[in-house]
Every structure is written in C-alpha cells, then in structure tokens.
C-alpha cells in the first residue's frame, strides 16, 4: 500500500511553496494554481503535484526517474515519499537552483542531470517510477524501455492546450496497460517527443 493522498497533502502544508519561487511570485505561492518558474516553465498547482505523487503508489522503497526537475517542488515530494530520484532537467539555470534548494532542505536522495528528458537517464535504468512534468505528442519508447516491470509511469500525452493524464504500467511480458486519470495542461516536452 502506498503513500496515502492524506499524507501526501500534510506534508505539502510542512512545505513552504514560496521557497520554490522567484521572489516576483512567492506572494502568489498559497494559490492553487501553476505559476512561471523561468525559462518558459511553470510549477504546477499544489492539488495536481499531490495528484501525481499518489497515483505512483509509492511505499517509501523506489527509484524514480523525474523528466522536468523544474524549480524542485515536485522532487521535493519525491523525495520525501521515494528511496531515489534522478530527475532530469533541459534547462540548467533551474537544474543548479533545484539542486541547491533540495541540497538546503537535507536531501541526500536526490541525483540531477541536465539534459534532454527524452532520453530519460539510461545509466541507472531500470526504474519502479516514472514522472513527467510536461506534456509529450506521444508516450516516449525511450522512457518506456527504462520503466522496470510492474513499474508505474504518470505522463500527460497529447496537444497544447489540453492533455490526457495517463497512468502506464507494465507487466512481465512487457505488455502496458494505460489509463487515464484526468484531462491537464502542462508545457511541451522538449526534444523528440515535444509538440513540433
């Protein structure tokens, strides 16, 4: 049984979302709504971050790869409910603020590259959790060769505006299952799977 929503969402009152902002727009931080982070990214409202970390099922004993390091919030969470994460970052202005943020916080569980998110991070392959923070034309193959069997993959797939928020998991025989959780919008997934 994984991480309940309950206490996922307790932990996120612990947390100061202000801390994960530029000052321009900490005063905004109690708002449940997605705020820009620079570069053209965003955090995500508090409600979907929470969203997505329960519907990983998380026991407290997994490796997971993050695409989208973003301004840490999300691997915050992960953090905190997960064994490893190794979060993968395009831009390395915010990869270097999301390290130090995580680094004063007392995570030691966290391991960041900046690069291209679909490539995921091949080197530690495979993983329990996979976590996308931005939103893919299609489901990356790349992604899916690294999620380990019976592994959990939360990804929202599909055009700008408005995506599909699916759940994927795989089984022994390699075969998916996907599901779909809600409708979201999130920017574009850089690199080969993005919208262009």
């Known amino acids: 049984m994984g991480v309940s929503l309950k206490e996922i969402r307790a932990f996120q009152k612990t947390m100061d979302r202000g801390f994960f902002l530029d000052d ?3 005063r905004y931080a109690e708002e449940d709504r997605p705020l820009p982070i620079g570069c053209g990214q965003t955090i995500s409202q508090p409600s979907l971050v929470a969203s997505m970390t329960y519907w990983l099922d998380l026991s407290g004993e997994e490796k997971v790869l993050e695409i989208g390091t973003g301004s840490g919030y999300q691997t915050c969470l ?5 064994d490893e994460v190794y979060t993968v970052e395009l831009y390395e202005a915010l990869s270097l603020l999301a390290q130090e943020r995580l680094q004063q ?4 569980n966290c391991h960041f590259k900046v690069g291209d998110g679909s490539d995921g991070w091949e080197e530690y392959a495979p993983y329990d959790r996979i976590l996308c923070t931005s939103a893919a034309s299609d ?3 790349t992604l899916i060769n690294q999620l380990d069997v019976n592994g959990i993959m939360i990804i929202p797939v599909g055009p700008p505006m408005i995506q599909n928020l699916y759940k994927i998991t795989k089984n022994k025989e390699n075969q998916l299952k996907k599901k779909i959780l809600e409708s979201v919008r999130f920017v574009e997934f850089q690199g080969k799977y993005g919208w262009h």
């Open 78 to 82: 992960l953090a905190e409910f997960a």
């Open 139 to 141: 489901i990356p193959d």
């Open 105 to 108: 916080l007392g995570y030691s």
């Open 24 to 26: 321009n727009q900490s």
